[in-house]
Nanobody, 122 residues
Framework: QVQLVESGGGLVQAGGSLRLSCAAS????????IGWFRQAPGKERDFVSV???????YYADSVKGRFTTSRDNGKNTVYLQMMNLKPEDTAVYYC????????????????WGQGTQVTVSS
């Protein structure tokens, strides 16, 4: 069973960058695909990106070209590098273990972390 903890959030000006980390415990991390989601106040939790156990990546259109997800299996960590941040990127960011099926659906993930707040000021 994989447990996940997010970190790295904070306050940044528009155009700035942040790198989020998703640290995992558990023996199955290396064979787990990990997704990133975000949830703004009053809105649903939206898909951001996923990285497969083999290193393949997929992104939501809203972040494509600005965000990059990567993994370091030696450190049991997945990263989300966010560049050219916009105020509309403000949200709590979560990582979770992908179970299969469509990437966009929260029901296809488990073992959610507690989230980390990202605030982008204009």
């Amino acid at each position: 069973q994989v447990q996940l903890v997010e970190s790295g959030g904070g306050l940044v000006q528009a155009g700035g960058s942040l790198r989020l980390s998703c640290a995992a415990s558990g023996r199955t991390f290396r064979t787990s695909s990990i997704g990133w989601f975000r949830q703004a106040p009053g809105k649903e939790r939206d898909f951001v990106s996923v990285i497969t156990w083999g290193g393949g990546t997929y992104y939501a259109d809203s972040v494509k070209g600005r965000f990059t997800t990567s993994r370091d299996n030696g450190k049991n960590t997945v990263y989300l590098q966010m560049m050219n941040l916009k105020p509309e990127d403000t949200a709590v960011y979560y990582c979770a273990v992908y179970l299969g099926g469509g990437y966009y659906y929260t029901a296809n993930y488990k073992s959610w972390g507690q989230g980390t707040q990202v605030t982008v000021s204009s």
